[in-house]
């Protein structure tokens, strides 16, 4: 009789998983596109199944977006309202696909809105992740002006998280866009003070200098690249490391 196969071993036990909103669209170019956000979720699912407690939180971006509809004239304080509300809808979604899959999640809301969401408290969220669940972390912070990314990882930080993991559509931080670029250069490691003296697109300044100031590695990825953040947590693949 074969012996049952272990799941790959790794060296994270919590991780924060930031992805932006469009990553939910798939080429629909807005809105939801429910096989796209179920491969996200199958993703989840394969680094859970190793027993890693994740946190997620997802942005907003392919419905609503603060800064654009602020752009538009509408007052800045009410945009950022909507985008929040906007980031509810994708962590239901999400929420919906995994535990499809069996994976228990709890969707926590920085706005209260309990028919929905839990509210968000700090040691009711460690539990849940002690016990295993998925916490999707929403609505941002609950205040304007900040963004998903400062979100992620003001959460992360209050959870305990051994590192961010961002997924985007390549698979590191370079110095150009390489879509636009072919001479574009990747960098295996990067320190927080390049990234924000070169203005490197990995986050906002705030979530940069929040992750610098608590020693919070940032690991950008490929969340198109199948087995992608699994392949990571067991220490293979192609990304970028932000640290000190």
Known sequence: MAAPAHPPQTTYNRVML???GEALMGDQGFGLHPPTVQRIAEEVKSVHDMGVEICMVIGGGNIFRGLAGSAQGMERTTADYMGMLATVMNALAM????ERLGVFTRVISAIRMDEVAEPYIRRRAVRHLEKKRVCIFAAGTGNPYFTTDTAA????NEMACEAIFKGTKVDGVYDKDPVKHADAKRYDTVTYDEVL???LNVMDASAIALA???SLPIIVFSLDEPGGFKGILAGQGTYTRVHE
């Open 18 to 20: 930031k992805i932006s």
């Open 95 to 98: 929420q919906s696909s995994l």
């Open 153 to 156: 990882t003001l959460r992360a």
């Open 197 to 199: 003296a070169q203005h």
């Open 212 to 214: 610098r100031d608590n």
